[in-house]
């Protein structure tokens, strides 16, 4: 079975500072794939970024990069230059060869002025 | 920037009545999926759909519901006789298929209530 965990369920940050999201997992599959979505109010499912675990190098999109520590079954994400539009509800997910994405239970990020 | 739609986006219904959920995957993905999102909770798997026919199921899945693609465009869920429990956030997801990545591309949702 594979799980996801997210311990933090409210983080606030300044705009223009960042943040860290922090999301660990669990699955006995050797090929996985790890994502962050994001959840706006309008609650439609967005994908910020993905990352494959045969990867050593950590994903970048733009704002948004990932600290993947495979040994240790963490998958972080770090939000830079924080926006007022970034304010969401943040999922971890992991997906292995049964193809079905398991979820964490989310992040509740507030961006404050 | 071709992407997944739901209809409808909002539905109301009475407890023990039918509705079908639609939604329309990319254009050339070939996996589906159904989640289910219950107000403040996570996300959950219901089932993945490949080559007509369901590859896999949740124990949320059960004889209520069934998936269908009628005619190669659209993919849908149904609820046979809808139960209080069954409101939630309907998605519907559909996988890249190119590559190694094994992205699922979301729907905007279906928001279902069940009075």
């Known amino acids: 079975a594979q799980t996801v965990t997210q311990s933090q369920p409210e983080m606030s940050v300044q705009e223009a500072e960042t943040v860290t999201l922090s999301c660990t997992y669990d699955t006995s599959e050797s090929d996985y794939y790890l994502f962050w979505y994001k959840q706006p109010p309008s609650r439609q499912m967005i994908l910020v970024i993905r990352q494959e675990a045969y990867k050593q190098q950590n994903a970048t999109e733009n704002r948004f990069s990932v600290n993947f520590q495979k040994a240790a079954k963490s998958f972080s994400l770090k939000i830079s230059d924080s926006q007022l539009g970034d304010a969401a509800m943040y999922f971890c997910a992991l997906t292995g060869t049964a193809s079905k994405l398991t979820f964490g239970t989310g992040t509740r990020l507030q961006v404050t002025l | ?115």
């Not at chain 2, 939604?23 to 959950?44: A, D, M, T």
């Not at chain 2, 199921?57 to 209080?84: A, H, M, Y």
């Not at chain 2, 519907?92 to 069940?114: D, I, N």
Request: aromatic share 14%; with cysteine; glycine share 6%.
């Open chain 2, 1 to 115: 920037e071709p992407e997944v739609t739901q209809t409808p986006s909002h539905q109301v219904t009475q407890m023990g009545q039918e509705v079908i959920l639609r939604c329309v995957p990319i254009s050339n993905h070939l996996y589906f999926y159904w989640y289910r999102q219950i107000l403040g909770q996570k996300v959950e798997f219901l089932v993945s759909f490949y080559n007509n026919e369901i590859s896999e199921k949740s124990e949320i899945f059960d004889d209520q519901f069934s998936v269908e693609r009628p005619d190669g465009s659209n993919f849908t869920l149904k609820i046979r006789s809808t139960k209080l429990e069954d409101s939630a956030m309907y998605f519907c997801a559909s996988r890249e298929t190119s590559g190694r990545v094994e992205t699922q591309y979301f729907g905007p949702g279906t928001r279902l209530l069940v009075l």
